[in-house]
């Protein structure tokens, strides 16, 4: 039995899947326009992708899930990415982490509860030299300081209620 969310609008992958019917090697891309679309995969989005491109819906699903460009579940309106590779982590990552903590209520891997902010934590960025590195929204933010990532967070993100002041 299919269940759909009433609040997932099916009509624009309708169109993409159209374009894509029938053509090999479709699913990446589809589940890329897919998550432009929605901002991560809801299950009734897989499975409508899994049934128009005549693909199982675990094999859908495995694809999904071994991409880490891929996200099942809602993400913030904005992201922060955390790097704790070993350069980051002795220069401060912890302490980062515990800013932003306090700042917004949330912890890695955890989105807001006003969907504004998701906070994710990466293993290197490849940026050592600018340790400690962080991403907002696709901004790198290198030899970054605990009032400095909170202050750039706020213009974005406003804190929540109750929250501490780093």
Do not use: W
């Amino acid at each position: 039995m299919e269940v759909r969310d009433s609040r997932v609008n099916l009509s624009h992958m309708e169109q993409v899947l159209a374009k894509y019917q029938g053509q090999p090697g479709a699913l990446i891309p589809v589940l890329q326009k897919a998550q432009e679309i929605h901002g991560y995969l809801p299950p009734e989005v897989l499975q409508l992708i899994s049934t128009r491109l005549d693909i199982a819906l675990g094999k859908v699903y495995g694809v999904a899930t071994f991409y880490a460009q891929f996200y099942l579940e809602k993400r913030g309106r904005h992201i922060l990415r955390l790097c704790d590779g070993t350069a980051c982590h002795v220069k401060g990552t912890p302490a980062l982490m515990s800013a932003v903590e306090g700042s917004f209520e949330v912890r890695p891997g955890e989105t807001t509860g006003d969907g504004e902010l998701t906070v994710e934590i990466v293993y290197c960025m490849g940026s050592c030299a600018l340790a400690p590195v962080a991403v907002l929204d696709g901004q790198v933010i290198g030899r970054v300081q605990q009032d400095g990532l909170v202050r750039k967070v706020k213009q974005r993100v406003k804190p929540k209620p109750g929250g501490k002041q780093a």
